[in-house]
């Protein structure tokens, strides 16, 4: 399998303060990874580790086997990055912003860079600052896609955005993806896009990486199981090893279930209960249950 984007050891330390410590990533060409985790966990640390923009304490970065923090800038020549907060000056227009990724990028596309903008109904006229916290990520991504990058990185791109501007900038962003056969790296605290887009996942909790995986092998993996028994033959779940939680409400017995789910399954059918059922868990009380496991408190996994 071939990287886009391969983290080693990777650490960060920023006025004292651990940011990121010892990541390890891999990230397949061609996926689609949502990056998770609580404000403050470090997905923007890591991000602009990814990018070159900080040097880390430890560690290394590749990009398609180049080092991201190479001098030469080979590297990000390939990269498109829409930041959580676009920071232009004051008096640029959006003419000027395109201007200046027509510059630095080898590969822009003016013919596509345009026909973005006019799909968003953006005028080239406007100044930056004045535009709405939709309509400057439009315009962010009008020139990252213009680049036609292999990697297009993207920190928070829904964060403040209303759920119908939400809605169409995923699709969007997916269809365009799509077309380049980009690898897509975007960060956010929001579990329903990140479901709705992504086909590989990673969380970050204090600045370590609890997991990384593709959504199909955790969905194989966790399950949430309702069970009935009859009242003289009511067996201990919690001690099976593949349960991580059994809740009681009345009769109904809800086990969460990660590692070998179908074994589990099996395990229940043998003890013929009045009912069982087994249902995909929602991916936010999925990662709260992960959490959970690594002992952490529902008030440290606040997801805004």
Request: aromatic share 8%; glycine share 8%; net charge negative.
């Amino acid at each position: 399998m071939s990287w886009a984007v391969e983290a080693q050891d990777l650490s960060k330390t920023i006025d004292g303060v651990q940011a990121l410590k010892d990541v390890t990533l891999h990230i397949p060409a061609g996926a689609v990874f949502g990056l998770i985790g609580p404000n403050g966990a470090g997905k923007t640390t890591l991000i602009r580790l990814m990018l070159g923009i900080w040097q880390p304490t430890a560690g290394k970065v590749l990009l398609f086997g180049n080092r991201a923090d190479d001098p030469t800038g080979i590297a990000r020549q390939g990269v498109g990055y829409v930041p959580d907060i676009p920071n232009w000056p004051n008096n640029f227009r959006v003419e000027d912003v395109l201007k200046w990724h027509r510059l630095v990028y080898r590969g822009w596309d003016e013919h596509r860079a345009g026909a973005l903008l006019e799909m968003f109904r953006l005028r080239r006229k406007a100044l930056f600052s004045t535009l709405s916290k939709g309509q400057k990520m439009q315009v962010s991504l009008s020139c990252a896609l213009a680049t036609h990058p292999r990697l297009l990185v993207l920190d928070e791109p829904t964060n403040g955005l209303d759920p119908v501007v939400r809605r169409e900038f995923l699709q969007l962003l997916v269809r365009q993806v799509a077309e380049d056969e980009t690898t897509m790296l975007f960060s956010t605290h929001l579990l329903e896009d990140l479901q709705r887009v992504a086909d590989h996942i990673g969380v970050l909790f204090q600045g370590r990486l609890l997991l990384s995986t593709a959504l199909a092998d955790l969905w194989e993996e966790a399950r949430k199981i309702l069970v009935v028994f009859r009242p003289e033959a009511e067996p201990d779940l919690s001690q099976w090893p593949e349960v991580w939680r059994v809740e009681q409400e009345g009769r109904l017995r809800v086990l969460w279930v990660g590692g070998s789910a179908e074994r589990v399954m099996e395990r229940i059918r043998a003890l013929e209960p009045v009912y069982w059922e087994a249902v995909q868990p929602a991916l936010d009380d999925l990662f709260v249950e992960m959490m959970r496991r690594e002992g952490y408190t529902y008030g440290d996994l606040e997801l805004e």
